[in-house]
């Protein structure tokens, strides 16, 4: 048990939909990191944000958002669901932004598929 | 920007014996981590092992050691005495430094799928 949750763990959807994902870091963690998992894009990296504040993005598209929120937990909204979003979306934590020595801890994922 | 490149989409070993998974990396930051994780069918990321690119000696976890060759940019995985449980994806993955100071996110390789033979 890595100490990141993330909920649901499962969701299946329809085109055009809007889900949100929900992801609690490991105690103590300020970094929390959202990834996106597909057969064709492999692991790919979305948005990190640390302490509540956006520090960097990845391959996130207009329609995806996510924020951080004062308890430091994460969501993350995606909406105008099309096919190929079905994917599973990992959250991960890290303790601080300094660091490049500590791996990033994962969630279990929540697998979206949108039919 | 960095670079991970695992150029074997699968590999097979038999049970007991030890396999090597390859990874090549590619950056310019001048101080970097390399990690190994582990991605069995139920789908959680499992961290195996850390190298820190100024580390003089190879990492090893248990069964789990690197074989870092930095002037190769190569970070491979060697898995000894291999068990049916080993049978999962394999993620190699780099972090480095921003100018800023702060560490980057992850960046992953496309991965290495295990199977272990009984």
């Known amino acids: 048990d890595s100490g990141v949750t993330q909920t649901p763990k499962h969701l299946i959807t329809a085109t055009g939909q809007r889900v949100t994902l929900r992801c609690s870091p490991r105690?103590?963690?300020?970094?929390v990191y959202w990834y996106q998992q597909s057969l064709d894009q492999g692991l790919q990296f979305l948005i990190q944000?640390?302490?509540?504040?956006?520090?960097a993005k990845g391959n996130i598209l207009e329609r995806f958002s996510a924020q951080q929120f004062p308890d430091l937990h994460s969501e993350l909204n995606l909406s105008s669901l099309e096919l190929g979003d079905s994917a599973l979306y990992f959250c991960?934590?890290?303790?601080?932004?300094?660091?490049?020595?500590?791996?990033?801890?994962f969630g279990e994922g929540s697998r979206l598929t949108v039919l | 920007a960095q670079k991970i490149t695992q150029t074997q989409p699968g590999m097979f070993v038999q049970e007991k014996e030890a396999v090597t998974l390859d990874c090549t990396y590619d950056?310019?930051?001048?101080?970097?981590?390399l990690f190994w994780y582990k991605q069995p069918s139920s789908g959680e990321m499992i961290f195996l092992i850390y190298?820190?690119?100024?580390?003089?000696q190879n990492a090893t976890e248990g069964r789990y050691s690197l074989n870092f060759q930095k002037a190769r940019k190569s970070a491979n995985l060697v898995i000894s005495a291999s068990q049916l449980g080993d049978s999962a994806m394999y993620f190699c993955?780099?972090?480095?430094?921003?100018?800023?100071?702060?560490?980057?996110?992850?960046?992953f390789g496309s991965g290495t799928q295990l199977t272990v033979l009984p």
């Open positions: 190298q820190g690119s100024y580390d003089q």
């Open positions: 944000y640390y302490n509540g504040e956006e520090r």
């Open positions: 993955a780099m972090r480095g430094t921003l100018s800023s100071g702060s560490a980057r996110q992850l960046t």
């Open positions: 991960a934590s890290s303790p601080g932004l300094a660091a490049f020595t500590g791996e990033l801890f």
């Open positions: 950056t310019s930051d001048p101080s970097y981590g």
């Open positions: 105690s103590g963690d300020l970094s």
